[in-house]
């Protein structure tokens, strides 16, 4: 069950040993806490004696719901309270979703487990009222809207569908509904992660499911998207023991492949890289990756099949593809969107709260 961040951890008073207990970090959305609460469960069942508490707090994103998700720049703004509370021995693991934990983590730091993946790819979700007219990004006319501000999915789809129109979408995913199916919308599609969507139970919403071959939209997902990663403090031997066993090998090997793509181009979440991992036979990974520039006139693609058994592996194979995206005008394409990012940081008005 989710309780609020500052509630005082309560133990059983008598002759008997209390029971351990685990804080669980988690930010206060719907679904961080539907996820959250999977973990304590799931933790629960490898560790019946052992008593796990969900503890919500509201990041940087979460208190600023208007403006665009590229407008703020930098890293973890979805993660920096939560890790606070963690040094701060606030709290003793966190859940992050993985495509929003930066690729480098405050001293003192260490991801001890990547849970079992959710599916990674898009989805579009037509607006209600329309969904007997279209189905897929391809049957949209000129000048339809698509919400999003992912400006990874703008720059995707752009370079497919240069005709669309986009506007801004945030919130959680039942304020994107309601503004997607409301009246007097301009929206006709949204673009969500399937991963949310499956894990509250919207499956009936999803009308195309976006991949990297022609039929999905040739549309890559955001690195670690779908998957799940618990944070620790590096020097909390009994926590990093006791999530050993929740861990999934294989999401962990693809997701710090991604990662090591990200890290070594120097990309966070508003930079529009795209990628696609698929386990072919026996421990074969094929990694595909793509940085589009933000207008969809430039890419750079990459794509490569190596054997991957440990982390170290991982991260070596995502920095070679990583140098192929460079060979191929990632780098040049990344200084313009960085570039454009600066300036309007600099032009920016401080936020404060509304």
Same mark, same amino acid.
């Given at each position: 069950?989710?309780?609020?961040? +500052?509630?005082?951890?309560i133990?059983p ?7 351990p207990?685990?804080?669980i970090?988690s ?9 959250? !609460? ?12 052992? !008593? ?18 590229y ?8 993660? @920096?309270e ?6 701060a ?29 959710? !599916? ?10 329309l969904?007997?007219?279209? &189905? ?10 698509v919400? +999003?501000?992912?400006? &990874? &999915?703008?720059a995707?789809?752009? &370079?497919?569908y ?20 409301a ?7 949204l673009?969500?992660a ?10 009936a919403?999803?009308?195309q499911y ?6 999905g ?17 590096a ?14 090998h294989?999401?962990?090997?693809a ?5 090591s ?15 696609? +991992?698929?386990?072919?036979?026996g @421990?074969?990974?094929?990694l595909?990756?793509?940085?589009v520039?933000v207008e ?8 490569s099949?190596?054997e991957?058994t440990?982390?170290e592996?991982?991260v ?10 460079v !060979? ?8 313009v ?9 600099d032009q920016?008005?401080?936020?404060v709260?509304?």
């Open positions: 069950m989710s309780t609020p961040a +500052t509630q005082p951890i133990t008073s008598g002759a008997e040993t209390p029971r207990i685990v804080r970090g930010r206060k959305s719907q679904l961080a806490l539907v996820q959250a !609460d999977w973990v304590a469960a799931s933790l629960k069942k490898l560790h019946p004696d052992v !008593d796990f508490e969900v503890r919500g707090m509201l990041s940087t994103a979460d208190k600023d719901k208007i403006t665009a998700l407008k703020f720049g930098g890293k973890g703004l979805w993660t @920096n939560l890790e606070a509370a963690l040094v021995d606030e709290l003793d693991v966190i859940v992050h979703c993985a495509k929003d934990t930066p690729t480098s983590l405050p001293q003192g730091c260490a991801l001890a487990c990547f849970t079992e993946r959710e !599916d990674p790819r898009d989805v579009v979700v037509v607006k209600s009222g969904e007997g007219k279209y &189905r897929t990004l391809a049957d949209l006319p000129e000048g339809a809207v919400g +999003t501000s992912s400006v &990874r &999915r703008m995707q789809i752009r &370079r497919r240069p005709k669309l129109r986009f506007q801004d979408m945030r919130g959680n995913i039942d304020t994107r509904l309601q503004k997607l199916d009246a007097d919308s301009e929206y006709s599609v673009i969500l399937a991963a949310g969507l499956h894990r509250t139970g919207r499956h919403r999803i009308s976006l991949e990297g071959g022609a039929e939209g040739g549309m890559l997902y955001a690195v670690g998207q779908g998957g799940l990663v618990l944070e620790v403090r020097d909390d031997a009994r926590m990093l023991e006791l999530l050993k066993p929740f861990e999934d294989r999401t962990m090997l997701i710090e492949t991604e990662r793509i990200m890290r070594t181009l120097e990309g966070g979440c508003s930079i529009p890289i795209g990628v696609e +991992t698929a386990w072919l036979e @421990n074969q990974l094929r595909t990756g793509c940085v520039s969809g006139t430039e890419a750079a693609d990459a794509e099949v190596e991957v440990t982390r592996q991982a070596a194979f995502g920095k070679r593809v990583a140098q192929m995206l !060979d191929n005008g990632a780098q040049a394409i990344l200084d969107i960085n570039a454009g990012r600066e300036a309007s940081r920016a008005e401080p936020w709260a509304a």
